[in-house]
């Protein structure tokens, strides 16, 4: 199938494509890496009667540290993660989870800020966005917002951001000082999107975990926390039988959904392991750079 007829505009600066946005509102849908957008338009799922383009706003392509955090331009190439030096020292995360994620050809096209906007369920960046306490920049001819990831989504390929604002940056908070790390799933095939994935970031104080962040997806309408298991963890010493507890609350707390690739019951039994496979490679990681 071939797209609906548009109106293609090519912004070069923020504050030209803001008032695009302003002009158009719902009518306009934005352009940057186009993996998604562009399979969407050719389907016919999408269709925006304006098209902005905002790969060529170079102002928006950088990975720069920023108050104890790293932050990444709306235009940057999810390829960037996995050679980056920042990103390497504070947020190491990003760069195992592109390691997951698709192929080379669409991670050097892709966006980090387009895959967590669009928030694909089965996606990478959206769940380590939220382990991390990720917050995107969102501004419009009015001003500026941030807002967390966390509260980003409303569902199924929904989510806050008003009709007129453009998502200029993510802001990665660094990871904290010997906090270990880990991105797991299972996919039909390397590269696909994942049935089911876990991402897991964990410190100690002595012997008991002190910080705890779990985020899930392909297991639900969109990438989720999971509150109730990090609060199980929080505090505790390590052991089998607690990682055990862990992974069937979670597995009982998740809401996946029947499609043609698995069924909610299989995604539910992947929820229970992988959360305990990623629990192990996170605290792995932990006593790993508590020992060095």
Not at 36 to 57: G, K
Not at 149 to 175: C, H, K, Q, T, W
Not at 272 to 282: D, G, I, K
Request: charged share 20%; glycine share 6%.
């Amino acid at each position: 199938m071939k797209p609906v007829a548009f109106k293609y505009l090519k912004p070069a600066t923020v504050e030209e494509a803001t008032a695009f946005l302003a002009e158009y509102g719902s009518e306009a849908k934005i352009l940057a890496g186009g993996q998604s957008m562009m399979p969407m338009l050719s389907m016919r799922i999408a269709r925006p009667s304006v098209l902005v383009d905002i790969n060529e706003i170079a102002e928006l392509t950088y990975i720069r540290a920023a108050d104890d955090a790293v932050a990444i331009g709306s235009v940057t190439r999810q390829r960037r993660l996995g050679d980056d030096d920042l990103v390497a020292e504070q947020v190491p995360v990003l760069a195992s989870a592109l390691k997951c994620m698709s192929h080379p050809q669409i991670q050097n096209r892709g966006t980090v800020v387009g895959s967590i906007c669009h928030g694909d369920p089965a996606a990478e960046l959206p769940a380590v966005a939220i382990a991390l306490g990720a917050e995107l920049t969102a501004c419009s001819q009015a001003g500026t917002r941030t807002i967390p990831v966390a509260e980003f989504y409303r569902g199924y390929y929904r989510n806050i951001l008003e009709p007129d604002e453009l998502v200029s940056e993510v802001n990665f908070p660094a990871m904290l000082p010997g906090c270990g790390w880990s991105v797991v799933e299972i996919s039909r095939r390397h590269g696909d999107l994942a049935l089911a994935g876990v991402a897991s970031l964990v410190a100690f104080a002595g012997e008991e975990i002190d910080h705890v962040r779990i985020a899930c997806f392909g297991l639900g309408k969109a990438a989720h926390r999971l509150v109730d298991a990090e609060s199980l963890l929080k505090g505790q010493r390590t052991s089998s039988e607690l990682f055990q507890e862990v992974a069937s609350l979670v597995s009982s707390s998740v809401k996946p959904m029947d499609d043609s690739h698995a069924s909610a019951e299989y995604r539910r039994a992947l929820a229970a392991e992988l959360t305990q496979r990623s629990l192990f490679e996170a605290i792995e990681r932990a006593k790993q750079g508590a020992a060095s």
